[in-house]
């Protein structure tokens, strides 16, 4: 269903597919809002600023809560501000489709109008700049870099004439942004330098959270067909997905508990048996409502990950 600009917000009796039974008493308030922001994928923000965090605290530098802690929620109102722009950029383009699977989308409901949902992700992203303010009076040029670049990639996830959620680089972008960009920023912040294990760590966490949109995109194939998107998932087809969900997983423990890893990368084996049964239920599973439980233990896994590095940085 696409919505115009102007259009008055559609009565809940009108809609259909597979939300329909969720729209007779649609959330209001801040339950609205917490549902637009996707909660369940949130810590792909959390995961890489504790990696950070804590392999500078492992390379001998005092760790110093205020960058932490404005990192932390630089990166939350970013990924809150490109979830909001990509609800409300799909249903003015019609990429929410009756068809779709995933969690209910408030744009393309008519729980709020475009235009509320578009002031709720500028007010994000205005949070992620006032926060960058300190940060960049910290880190210097890199790290306005990397918040400017950020912001712009947060706005082209959804905006512009070729939006990344429309392309097959969704999952480079994840990676570059959401692992390496995050982490190697953080351990920035804490030390003023870069390390190319800060980089390596950034990486294998950022393959994680790409295996979450891999799998949202897995999930979705056949709307996203529908509404014109040429997502990684739909140009290399539902075996070659499988196989590329499987190497998200598996690859980052292999380099996390390598001696290329950080110290006590070893500790990042004890996931091992979660990513095996997360590729099991990929595999097996049949596309539909049943992913959006695969896709969020996705994310759980990651922040395991995230968890183990520091863990194992501590014993």
Not at 273 to 281: S, V
Request: with cysteine.
């Amino acid at each position: 269903m696409k919505l115009d600009p102007g259009q008055a917000e559609p009565p809940s009796h009108v809609i259909s597919g597979p939300h329909a039974s969720r729209v007779d008493q649609p959330p209001d308030g801040w339950r609205l809002w917490w549902l637009a922001i996707r909660p369940k994928t949130l810590s792909i923000s959390v995961a890489p600023v504790v990696a950070g965090t804590a392999l500078a605290w492992g390379d001998g530098h005092t760790l110093d809560l205020r960058p932490f802690a404005a990192s932390l929620l630089g990166a939350l109102a970013i990924q809150a501000g490109t979830n909001l722009y990509n609800d409300v950029g799909d249903a003015l383009r019609g990429g929410d489709q009756p068809l779709r699977q995933g969690p209910p989308r408030v744009t393309a409901l008519g729980w709020a109008s475009p235009e509320r949902v578009k002031r709720a992700a500028l007010a994000c992203f205005a949070l992620a700049a006032l926060v960058g303010l300190y940060l960049a009076w910290r880190g210097g040029w890199p790290i306005i870099a990397l918040g400017l670049a950020s912001l712009a990639a947060g706005w082209a996830y959804s905006g512009g004439p070729r939006p990344i959620a429309y392309t097959p680089t969704g999952e480079a972008f994840v990676i570059a942004f959401f692992g390496i960009g995050a982490v190697g920023g953080t351990y920035y912040l804490q030390t003023l330098h870069l390390t190319g294990q800060s980089i390596m760590v950034g990486a294998a966490l950022g393959a994680v959270a790409a295996a979450v949109l891999l799998a949202n995109n897995y999930r979705d194939m056949e709307p996203d067909r529908l509404a014109g998107r040429r997502t990684l998932a739909i140009r290399i087809g539902a075996e070659a997905s499988k196989a590329v969900y499987g190497m998200l997983l598996l690859s980052p423990i292999a380099l996390l508990a390598s001696p290329l890893g950080p110290k006590g990368g070893w500790l990042c084996l004890v996931a091992l048996p979660m990513a095996l049964w997360l590729i099991l239920r990929f595999a097996t599973r049949a596309r539909g409502p049943a992913f959006n439980a695969i896709l969020a233990a996705t994310a759980q896994f990651q922040l395991l990950l995230a968890g183990l590095v520091g863990l194992g940085i501590l014993l």
